[in-house]
């Protein structure tokens, strides 16, 4: 028999996670300051002892140690957001996370596993470190729950690659976004001139039309590519480069919905402004949406059965005729 026992917060993560963290860490302390044994013999014989710990990085609850409300429960339970801790020093980080912050806690792991593999003494072992520190120095700037993500490549790491990039990456656009939409700033307003506005009505539909139709394909095409065939392993390059072209195109449509709504146009055509704002909005609604779709597929213990997703960007029931209508409007009152 053995002592399995854990802490509060713990029980989110299943046994298997567990054994396969310990092991990795070789059952001792990833605190570079302690690396205790958290394995040995207990006084009976046929017993063992273990105070080791399963610690999350990301706290598992409201109110616990470096929680993000943003993650999905089951990124909170996946190995990718686990440390092998003694209780000591588990106690420890989660009584002062802003000493003991996530970020730190990814590097105590991730050292701790190449200290590890150094020690096995395995030539091939040690190769493959130094070969996955180079890949992950192109990929420095997803943030080390997805880097963790590529170091372990648990099941249906793809989707949950494709779902941290996104939301790690999405977070600023997000949040200017809705200060947008709050009201909580405004840049200089734009004077757009009775005799410009037809021009600069055209190319905002053209500019709109442009990143609405390269979303599109990167969702419905490019991401899916990435991602591989049914039961071959995808490509994490294709994955992080494709994530990166959908955020790009995110913060041009927030650049494009700014310049829309900070314009001074003629009160001819001010019924026709008022229908191009909030169209990039509609748009980015569903772009934020992914991430979690794609988390809580995976975040079941064992997914199942088909999913289909397909972004699409439209334009609200009836808004081109009236649009159209305004138009013709504006252009008899000139």
């Not at 019924?271 to 169209?279: A, K, N, P, Q, S």
Request: proline share 5%.
């Amino acid at each position: 028999m053995s002592d399995t026992r854990q802490t509060s917060g713990t029980e989110r993560f299943k046994r298997p996670t567990t054994e396969t963290l310990a092991r990795r860490a070789a059952t001792m302390c990833s605190n570079p300051d302690c690396m205790a044994l958290t394995s040995g013999p207990a006084d009976i014989e046929t017993a063992a002892i273990n105070v080791g710990e399963a610690a999350h990085i990301y706290g598992a609850r409201p109110g616990s140690a470096r929680f993000d409300a943003e993650m999905s429960d089951g990124d909170r339970s996946d190995i990718t957001n686990a440390i092998w801790l003694c209780r000591n020093c588990h106690k420890l980080v989660d009584a002062d996370p802003n000493q003991f912050p996530a970020e730190l806690l990814f590097e105590w792991r991730r050292s701790h596993e190449r200290e590890i593999a150094g020690r096995l003494g395995k030539t091939g072992a040690t190769l493959r470190e130094k070969v996955l520190d180079r890949q992950l120095e192109e990929f420095s700037d997803c943030g080390y729950l997805a880097r963790q993500i590529i170091i372990d490549k648990p099941d249906f790491w793809e989707y949950k690659l494709t779902a941290e990039l996104m939301r790690h990456w999405l977070e600023p656009v997000k949040f200017r976004w809705e200060a947008l939409e709050g009201g909580l700033y405004a840049p200089p307003t734009h004077v757009v001139g009775r005799d410009g506005y037809f021009l600069w009505h055209s190319s905002q539909l053209i500019t709109l039309t442009g990143q609405v139709g390269a979303l599109t394909k990167l969702f419905n095409g490019e991401i899916q590519q990435a991602w591989g065939p049914p039961g071959e392993p995808g490509s994490v390059r294709a994955i992080y480069r494709t994530c990166l072209l959908i955020v790009e195109a995110c913060k041009r449509l927030l650049e494009w919905e700014q310049t829309v709504q900070f314009v001074k146009v003629p009160e001819a055509f001010e019924e026709v402004w008022r229908l191009l704002c909030g169209i990039g909005s509609r748009q980015m609604r569903q772009v934020f949406e992914v991430p979690t779709w794609l988390a809580n597929i995976f975040s079941a213990e064992k997914p199942s059965g088909n999913h289909h997703f397909s972004v699409v960007c439209d334009l609200p029931d009836g808004w081109e005729v009236e649009c159209q209508r305004a138009l013709q409007r504006a252009m008899r009152s000139v």
